[in-house]
């Protein structure tokens, strides 16, 4: 049974970070990519950062470029996502996913960092920056 879970979501001052966690199960992160994703309140879910699994390439929505940085562990089955200079329009529910198929098109999913694309979604944790 495939399962993706999300923690390390929290109340973060302007400036400050967080490091979220995606901890996999029921599949290898050797083989598939991992995406995050983020939903404001009455705002559509975007994509916000995705590894590749096959040459750890990295991508980045430009609103978090330079403060965010993915990462992943294969040994421990977890990809992260390094969250610094938050602002306050990064409050949002996080979710990680990752998309099924064949490789060539998981990586072009994985580099547009679509939604639509994912099939296995995390159940989400909120980040809410404030002062």
């Known amino acids: 049974q495939v399962q993706l879970v999300e923690s390390g979501g929290g109340l973060v001052q302007p400036g400050g970070s967080l490091r979220l966690s995606c901890a996999a199960s029921?599949?290898?992160?050797?083989?598939?990519?991992i995406g995050w994703f983020r939903q404001a309140p009455g705002k559509e879910r975007e994509g916000v950062s995705c590894i590749s699994s096959s040459d750890g390439s990295k991508y980045y929505a430009d609103s978090v470029k330079g403060r965010f940085t993915i990462s992943r562990d294969n040994a421990k089955n977890t990809v992260y996502l390094q969250m610094n200079s938050l602002k306050p329009e990064d409050t949002a529910v996080y979710y990680c996913a990752a998309p099924v198929g064949p490789i060539t098109t998981i990586q072009t999913v994985c580099a547009a960092i679509s939604p639509d694309g994912m099939d296995y979604w995390g159940k989400g944790t909120l980040v809410t920056v404030s002062s």
């Open positions: 029921g599949f290898g992160l050797d083989y598939y990519p």
